[in-house]
Structures are given as C-alpha cells and as structure tokens.
C-alpha cells in the first residue's frame, strides 16, 4: 500500500507560477512511474506530466515547455513546477504512482491549481 501526499495548490495569476509536490509514503517499489493528472470541471482526467525511476519524462504536449517534472528516489517525491501558467491550466491536480511490474496504481487526494486571467 502507499499513500501519496499533495500540496502547493493554489490561485495565481496568468503568467504566475506555482510548485507542486507529491510525497509517497508505505511501501513504495521500484520500478515505478510517478507522475501528475490534472481533471478540469466537465472534463475527463488527463496525464499532465511523468517520470520514471530512471528518470526519463513525458508531458502532455500542452505543457512543453511550460512545466517541469522532477523526482528524488531517495525521498520518494516527485515535484511539478509550472511556470507561465494559464486559465487553462486550471483543474484539481492529482499525484499518481504506477509500480511498473505489478501496475498497482495510487491517487494523492488532489490538489487545486487555479489560474485567473
């Protein structure tokens, strides 16, 4: 079982940044991807951002460039720092951890991100 930790949600303006950050606590295995979901009113969830143990990441082609994804193996966190953030870009942003092998997969409880014009 792990349980994932969120925060660094909130309200900034367009253009603004803000960091989110996932810790996952129990027991965590390797290897793994964690990553970040976002889900908008009306929307279906999608995958923003991941990041393997190994490190290798994948974005959803409307953050390229605009986020960044990063983890630490050691701590077993995984960050999302979102730069030039726009209206739509607001949704509830959940962390997300998939073990590769066994693909048992856990939510964080979400966090909100809203951006205002």
């Known amino acids: 079982q792990v349980q994932l930790v969120e925060s660094g949600g909130g309200l900034v303006q367009a253009g603004g940044s803000l960091r989110l950050s996932c810790a996952a606590s129990g027991r965590p295995f390797s290897p793994n991807v964690m990553g970040w979901y976002r889900q908008a009113p009306g929307k279906q969830r999608e995958l923003v951002a991941g990041?393997?143990?190994?490190?290798?990441?994948s974005y959803a082609d409307s953050v390229k460039d605009r986020f960044t994804i990063s983890r630490d193996n050691v701590k077993n966190t995984v960050n999302l720092q979102m730069d030039s953030l726009k209206p739509e870009d607001t949704a509830v942003y959940y962390c997300?951890?998939?073990?590769?092998?066994?693909?048992?997969?856990?939510w964080g409880q979400g966090t909100q991100v809203s951006v205002s014009k």
């Open positions: 990041v393997t143990t190994g490190g290798s990441t």
């Open positions: 997300n951890y998939k073990m590769t092998r066994s693909g048992e997969n856990y």
